[in-house]
């Protein structure tokens, strides 16, 4: 291992992140914190059409909220003097090649080869062309695409995930490098990127595995060491479905907005499909720890909104309040009941925006529910005197239940309805107290309160 990796995450600014993509960008940064080493964000935005400034702030604000801090960022778009410096290389040692095909010719040539039964990969019909030849292509108003010369040969590497892994570059097309426009695809410069920044570790979904034969001859082909590929599983929907940007109720933002805990995000998005248990990890420190690269699954890791949904109420749980302080706040929860409330009803919560509503059952008004006229008055007359504190409900029942005889639900049920209009909540031993008596006292004898 390396004593210092340098691992990236390089999204593309075309959409909003999702789940999906959280999986690579958290596994990279764990490994760089579970091993001393620091994390690159880089915006992969040569699309030049399909990139905005716009879905760039938004990866940056979501990956924020998610706890994933990079200690380097870049942009693609602000680097194209590297990449031509390296396709000038690639041409001059005749590695990189013009093609004038068009794409419906491109289309036939494949439909052709798949007809013989032949691979459709590219025939290399370009190297044929004679310098008349590309000539008179241009003069036709062809622009070339340019595409890399593959050796065909086997690419072996240790994977970190995989182990023993191995490409044959032979069953591969040569890759279009370069647009007809003079636009980079993805590889050139990704491989530039990694290669002039010391990326020593690239970590990345299994759907990448192809690619690295490819890019393990282009570094070789620019003389530039050649980095420690690990190729994860992907995380899929519950029903196996590959993550997209066209998911948009699963993109972090929509997560966010929905009060999920980034922890919560986190835990499922790493645990899941590793040896270890999905469990709630509130720490970026504990996670890392817990993450070991050679032990995630080969199989597909799935995401089940329902045990996300698990994760975040575990954790709301157990949140100390000055973890909410501001948020309970922002609810309009009142500062000096705020602690006190917050012990009374997380236990309830799935997510801490739901604490709005039990602060209403509190605060007011309430409709009170009587079903029992005469238990109610009875409950209303027993009603302890001011101050109310952590004893009172009680006391209050005890003294309710030897004056009626009513006992479990009989008991409880009818003074919980009238006094939150609810038959369900968090323990009363908490909420009456911060109900009060003067409320309480309204609710019992039938006022909304």
């Known amino acids: 291992m390396v004593a210092s990796p340098l691992v990236r995450f390089a999204p593309s600014p075309t959409g909003f992140l999702h789940i999906g993509n959280a999986r690579p960008a958290l596994l990279n940064l764990l490994f760089a914190r579970r091993h001393g080493g620091r994390f690159l964000l880089r915006l992969d935005d040569t699309d030049r059409e399909r990139s905005t400034e716009a879905f760039a702030e938004a990866i940056r604000a979501d990956l924020a909220w998610l706890g994933v801090a990079p200690d380097l960022f870049y942009r693609q778009s602000e680097r194209t003097a590297l990449y031509d410096a390296a396709a000038e290389r690639l041409k001059a040692a005749g590695r990189l090649y013009p093609c004038y095909e068009t794409p419906e010719e491109l289309d036939r040539r494949r439909k052709r080869q798949l007809g013989r039964g032949q691979p459709p990969i590219y025939d290399r019909a370009a190297l044929d062309l004679t310098t008349g030849e590309r000539a008179a292509l241009e003069a036709e108003g062809r622009h070339p695409h340019w595409r890399f010369k593959l050796d065909h040969r086997m690419v072996a590497w240790d994977d970190l995930v995989r182990g023993e892994s191995h490409v044959d570059c032979a069953s591969l097309s040569d890759p279009v490098l370069v647009r007809a426009d003079g636009s980079y695809l993805y590889t050139l410069p990704s491989v530039v990127d990694d290669a002039e920044s010391g990326i020593t570790h690239v970590i990345r979904g299994e759907d990448h595995v192809t690619n690295t034969g490819v890019q393990v001859q282009l570094f070789e082909a620019l003389g530039t060491a050649v980095p420690r590929f690990g190729h994860h599983n992907l995380l899929t929907t519950a029903d196996g479905e590959g993550l997209s940007k066209r998911?948009?109720?699963?993109?972090?933002?929509?997560?966010?907005?929905a009060g999920y805990e980034p922890?919560?995000?986190?835990?499922?998005?790493?645990?899941?499909g590793s040896a270890e248990s999905v469990r709630p990890v509130a720490s970026l420190e504990a996670l890392a720890e817990l993450v070991d690269l050679a032990h995630l699954s080969r199989a597909p890791a799935r995401f089940d909104p329902a045990e996300l949904d698990g994760l975040n109420a575990r954790l709301v749980h157990e949140m100390p309040f000055p973890e909410v302080r501001e948020r309970l706040a922002g609810l309009g929860i009142a500062e000096d009941a705020a602690e006190a409330f917050w012990g009374a009803v997380r236990a309830n919560l799935g997510r801490v925006g739901e604490a709005a509503p039990w602060w209403r059952v509190v605060a007011g008004p309430v409709t009170p529910v009587?079903?029992?006229?005469?238990?109610?008055?009875?409950?209303?007359?027993?009603?302890?005197?001011a101050p109310f504190g952590p004893g009172t409900w009680k006391a209050w029942t005890e003294a309710v239940k030897a004056a009626t005889g009513a006992k479990g639900r009989a008991l409880f049920m009818p003074l919980r309805l009238a006094l939150t209009g609810l038959d369900h909540g968090p323990d009363l031993a908490g909420l009456l107290p911060l109900i009060g008596p003067e409320r309480a006292a309204q609710r019992l004898a039938g006022d909304a309160a």
Do not use: K, Y
């Open 247 to 257: 998911l948009g109720h699963l993109s972090l933002r929509s997560l966010r907005d």
């Open 263 to 272: 922890a919560a995000l986190r835990s499922l998005a790493v645990l899941t």
């Open 370 to 385: 009587v079903t029992d006229a005469a238990f109610v008055a009875e409950a209303a007359r027993l009603l302890p005197n």
